[in-house]
């Protein structure tokens, strides 16, 4: 069960569409935003716009649909999505990369592991894998994704990012190297003189 703000039910589609990104949620989130706006111009500054009646219609239409979505919203977000519980390669990197973002590195590497098992030619989780070595500060096994990576037909269209993976990786041994070599070499040779008493 994700845990979330309560504030985030108050918006209706907003869950549906952070967190799942349904197209669904989307079109009710911008939906009831502009009926929200039309209300208020026609209640606050033309206020000749809209005929009392159809004003307290539209009111009522925002509170009714208010008050569903956020019951639907809370409802279903204590629910995991569909693709949460299906082996499709799509809806297993939708999950990988929602526990990368989120900093659930431990997950999100399970995750792209029983991926690359279905589906060892995915380029998109080979590449998120390196991305998330990377991060996890684990080069050898990033540099290795990345090699497996040049070796599919597929990866071409992602040589742009492979090489900037590439060159991240470098600069950040070379960073590490060079830090631990300082630290070796700065820290004084204390000999030991014998204390007067």
């Not at 599919?152 to 950040?172: M, N, Q, T, Y």
Request: aromatic share 12%.
């Amino acid at each position: 069960m994700r845990r979330t703000h309560w504030a985030t039910y108050l918006w209706p589609g907003l869950p549906q569409l952070w967190f799942w990104g349904f197209g669904s949620g989307w079109i009710l989130a911008t939906g009831f935003a502009a009926l929200l706006n039309l209300l208020l111009l026609a209640s606050f500054v033309w206020v000749e716009l809209l005929s009392p009646l159809h004003l307290r219609l539209g009111w009522l239409s925002v509170g009714l649909l208010w008050a569903g979505s956020t019951a639907v919203s809370i409802w279903y977000g204590g629910r995991e999505p569909a693709f949460r519980g299906t082996t499709s390669t799509e809806g297993l990197f939708r999950q990988a990369l929602n526990e990368y973002l989120l900093g659930s590195w431990i997950e999100a590497e399970m995750i792209l592991g029983r991926l690359l098992s279905l589906d060892p030619r995915d380029v998109e989780a080979r590449l998120l894998l390196a991305t998330l070595l990377r991060h996890t500060r684990r080069y050898p096994e990033a540099l290795d994704q990345l090699d497996r990576l040049d070796r599919l037909r597929d990866a071409k269209a992602w040589a742009g990012e492979i090489a900037a993976e590439r060159r991240w990786i470098a600069e950040l041994e070379t960073e590490h190297s060079a830090t631990s070599t300082t630290s070796a070499t700065d820290t004084p040779s204390q000999e030991i003189t014998p204390q007067a008493a």
